[in-house]
């Protein structure tokens, strides 16, 4: 299995662009998450979906944050218009649910933003 | 509400030396379950272990054991015999339900650091 992909892994760009990160999930897990993590915040859920549903966005920050999840297999994260603060490694997350409870989340590599 | 606390900004060990990672949870859920995950230097979130509320007996994996004391709501890391490629930040992470669904909550994470 090839794990969660998530594409670019590194990102710079200027404050008022538009960012668009992306997420694969490991095929056959029916939720996937967005996180962010920073040192100061540590590692914060941004949204959720399950079988491709948002189901809690509540800590998506601003308006300026949108997430989509038009099929299965892939996931977008935007930031329009990107702002300094951020800057951060956005993590992309697949689970399965299953009856035993067991549902441990899976973490793709990461991407490393920075807004200058 | 519910929480995660990892009161332990650093840890320092030796090699084969055994070392305790604490967690200390607050959930008013009667079922919750409990991961740990290791985050090396690459940046990857790595899972390693996993406790539900309802286990009669504490959750091992290879080198890592989970010390579950329910009534005190802990669940602190065993790394037995540890090795130069522990040296990793560590994540104690609880999944919590609400209306909408579940998801998981982080501890701030501690760093672990072995020396030969």
């Known amino acids: 299995d090839a794990g969660v992909i998530q594409s670019p892994r590194h990102e710079v760009t200027e404050m008022g662009q538009e960012v668009t990160l992306r997420c694969k999930p490991i095929?056959?897990?029916?939720?996937l998450f967005w996180y962010r993590q920073t040192m100061m915040r540590g590692l914060e859920l941004l949204i959720y979906?399950?079988?491709?549903?948002?189901?809690?966005d509540s800590g998506m920050p601003e308006d300026r944050f949108s997430a989509k999840m038009p099929n299965a297999s892939f996931s977008t994260l935007k930031i329009q218009p990107s702002e300094p603060r951020d800057s951060a490694v956005y993590f992309c997350?697949?689970?399965?649910?299953?009856?035993?409870?067991?549902?441990?989340?899976?973490f793709g590599p990461g991407t490393r933003l920075t807004v200058t | 509400a519910q929480k995660i606390t990892q009161t332990q900004p650093g840890m320092f060990v030796q090699e084969k030396e055994a070392v305790t990672l604490d967690c200390t949870y607050d959930?008013?859920?009667?079922?919750?379950?409990l991961f740990w995950y290791k985050q090396p230097s690459s940046g990857e979130m790595i899972f390693l272990i996993y406790?539900?509320?309802?286990?009669?007996q504490n959750a091992t994996e290879g080198r890592y054991s989970l010390n579950f004391q329910k009534a005190r709501k802990s669940a602190n890391l065993v790394i037995s015999a540890s090795q130069l490629g522990d040296s990793a930040m560590y994540f104690c992470?609880?999944?919590?339900?609400?209306?909408?669904?579940?998801?998981?909550?982080f501890g701030k994470g501690t760093t672990l650091s072995v020396s030969s």
């Open positions: 997350a697949s689970r399965r649910s299953r009856a035993s409870g067991q549902d441990e989340q899976y």
């Open positions: 095929s056959g897990h029916n939720s």
């Open positions: 992470a609880m999944r919590i339900s609400n209306q909408a669904g579940t998801a998981l909550i």
């Open positions: 959930t008013s859920d009667p079922s919750y379950g």
């Open positions: 979906f399950n079988n491709n549903v948002p189901i809690d």
């Open positions: 406790q539900g509320s309802y286990d009669q």
